[in-house]
């Protein structure tokens, strides 16, 4: 499996992962470095691999299915706080 870390701008804190030329996710730094040297590009094995999708998962940049929904619950929870205004006259 070839594994390639890159950074998409020089300053930034997190990292892109791309494995078998396909983007699998983005890790912060300090959790790349106990594993890899920034930046990386080789060969490693398929428990390495497994590992760093799992980290991936455990991500919550990288769950964008469970992001949406709250997002969606936080509106509609604002929109019925609200109170009515009638700006009508009567």
Same mark, same amino acid.
């Given at each position: 499996?070839?594994?390639?870390?890159?950074?998409?701008?020089?300053?930034?804190?997190?990292?892109?992962?791309?494995?078998?030329?396909?983007?699998?996710?983005?890790?912060?730094?300090?959790? @790349?470095?106990?594993?890899? =040297?920034?930046?990386?590009? !080789?060969?490693?094995?398929?428990?390495?691999?497994?590992? %760093?999708? $799992? @980290?991936?998962?455990?991500? =919550?940049?990288?769950?964008? !299915?469970?992001?949406?929904?709250?997002?969606?619950?936080? %509106?509609? $929870?604002?929109?019925?706080?609200? =109170?009515?205004?009638?700006?009508?006259?009567?």
């Amino acid at each position: 499996m070839f594994l390639k870390i890159t950074k998409k701008a020089e300053h930034d804190k997190n990292s892109l992962i791309i494995m078998d030329n396909e983007i699998r996710g983005i890790l912060p730094d300090r959790i @790349l470095l106990t594993y890899f =040297p920034l930046p990386f590009a !080789g060969e490693i094995d398929g428990e390495q691999g497994k590992e %760093l999708l $799992s @980290l991936i998962e455990k991500m =919550p940049d990288n769950s964008y !299915g469970n992001m949406y929904p709250l997002k969606n619950i936080a %509106l509609f $929870s604002a929109d019925n706080s609200l =109170p009515e205004r009638n700006i009508l006259p009567n």
